[in-house]
């Protein structure tokens, strides 16, 4: 067997996409509607959010906290993994902007995870302060680069041990290898990678989907 790994092509991400369960009507919906009330349209893609969701239900996660929730659809998305809310199944995502979580409230609430995710407004870092330790058993990071070694710091202490700790971009918008990258936040993104591999009790590894998602569990 060989230990090289496949250079990994536009083709081969549009082949992995015709092979995963794509987004329903609903989703599909709040898309347009987003872009069509000017929010930036930088969610996950369909098949990260399939992965997402095979790792949730993989470990049995009840209770998972998201920093960025732009429109609502990953956090939707992830709760339609969990448990229903009577056995515990919950998504609390954090956004900075009013505008998006106006957006995201209103279309939770028509959607059919309505009761499972709670949206809470604020800066990232000052939200996770206010959360309990071992209360979450997965984070998802998906905001401000320059905010992620904040944000990792604290999920360190509010993820179970044992817990996964997903963080969005990885790959920098596509810049992360380039000579001169034109994204302010290239520099953000590469800083925090190499902290994700150092960081002791810490689990990862980057896998290329979307752009680059660190997949990591909380070991200590
Ligand atoms: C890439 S989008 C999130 C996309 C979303 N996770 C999805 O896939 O559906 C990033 C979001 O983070 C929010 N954000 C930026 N800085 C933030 C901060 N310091 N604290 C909380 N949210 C922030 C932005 O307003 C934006 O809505």
């Known amino acids: 067997m060989s230990s090289s790994s496949t250079l990994v092509t536009a083709e081969h991400f549009a082949y992995v996409a015709a092979h995963t369960r794509g987004e329903d009507a609903f989703l599909l919906e709040l898309k347009a509607a987003a872009v069509a009330a000017g929010i930036p349209a930088i969610w996950i893609s369909a098949e990260q959010s399939s992965f997402m969701q095979i790792l949730l239900k993989a470990a049995g996660a009840k209770d998972v906290i998201e920093v960025g929730t732009l429109a609502g659809l990953s956090a939707i998305a992830m709760a339609r993994a969990l448990p229903p809310e009577s056995e515990g199944g919950r998504v609390r995502t954090i956004e900075l902007s009013d505008k998006h979580a106006d957006f995201a409230e209103s279309w939770i609430a028509k959607s059919d995870v309505a009761g499972k995710v709670d949206v809470l407004r604020g800066a990232g870092a000052d939200v996770l302060r206010t959360l309990a330790d071992d209360s979450a058993d997965a984070a998802f990071l998906d905001a401000d680069k320059s905010g992620y070694p904040t944000y990792l710091s604290e999920c360190m202490r509010i993820v179970k041990k044992g817990g996964l700790i997903l963080v969005d ?52």
Do not use: C, Y
Not at 207 to 215: F, H, K
């Open 169 to 220: 971009n990885a790959f920098a918008f596509g810049q992360l290898l380039d000579d001169a990258p034109t994204d302010p936040e290239v520099g953000a993104v590469r800083k925090f990678n190499d902290l994700m591999a150092e960081t002791h009790g810490l689990h990862g590894v980057i896998v290329p989907i979307g752009d680059g998602l660190w997949v990591s569990v909380r070991e200590a």
